[in-house]
């Protein structure tokens, strides 16, 4: 049978090459766009950063994040309430887009490890404490879990600090002093 002699099965043939070839140009247009939207949610990301940090850069935020709690004033206790909640909700954010998919498993995992760093400060973890129910519950989760982490470390190397008083002299703390120092 010669499909060129009979009209309707030329047509029939070539309307389901034509629904492949559209076909395989809608696999490929969707995944172009699954690329720029990974490529714009990490320059979206980056830039909230950007903002986030020159924040931290501010003489007043500075200095309130380097006063001791209870030597801040009211303006300052609510700058730093600001900052932080800023900076918890761009987190939030990489955490979302994470488990969307569109930030991947390299960076987030270094923004696990920028997150532990700021934690690090007791004004941090104070704050995150009194705003954590503003934020999606598996976010917490991970925020929470860290928190512990970070204040068990704390706790054991004040721990140390004690134990160090009680040791013999001759005793070497080189490796409590190494741990000490990590923890601070």
């Known amino acids: 049978m010669n499909i060129f002699k ?4 030329l047509f029939e043939a070539i309307s389901h090459l034509a629904v492949v070839i ?14 720029m939207i990974k490529v ?3 320059a979206l990301i980056s830039e909230t950063l950007i903002s986030v940090s ?7 935020i500075s200095n309130a ?11 300052e206790c609510y ?3 600001g900052f932080s909640r800023g900076m918890f909700r761009a987190w939030e954010n990489q955490h979302y887009q994470h488990l969307q998919g569109f930030f991947d498993e390299t960076e987030y995992s270094a923004a696990l490890k920028s997150w532990e760093q700021l934690l690090h400060w007791d004004k941090f973890r104070m704050f995150w404490k009194n705003q954590r129910k ?12 860290k928190v512990k982490v970070i204040e068990h470390k704390i706790k ?3 721990t140390l600090k004690q134990d160090k008083k009680i040791l013999p002299k001759n005793y070497n703390m080189s490796l409590c002093d190494d741990i000490r120092h990590k923890l601070e």
């Open 54 to 60: 020159m924040a931290f850069s501010s003489k007043d």
């Open 65 to 75: 994040f380097s006063k001791p709690m209870n030597m801040l004033t009211p303006t």
């Open 40 to 42: 714009q949610t990490r």
């Open 156 to 158: 054991r190397s004040q």
């Open 79 to 81: 700058q730093l309430y």
């Open 134 to 145: 503003a934020y999606a519950p598996k976010f917490q989760a991970i925020i929470d879990h």
């Open 22 to 35: 559209g076909l395989i140009f809608l696999i490929f247009e969707l995944k172009q766009s699954n690329d």
């Open 6 to 9: 009979e009209p309707v099965k």
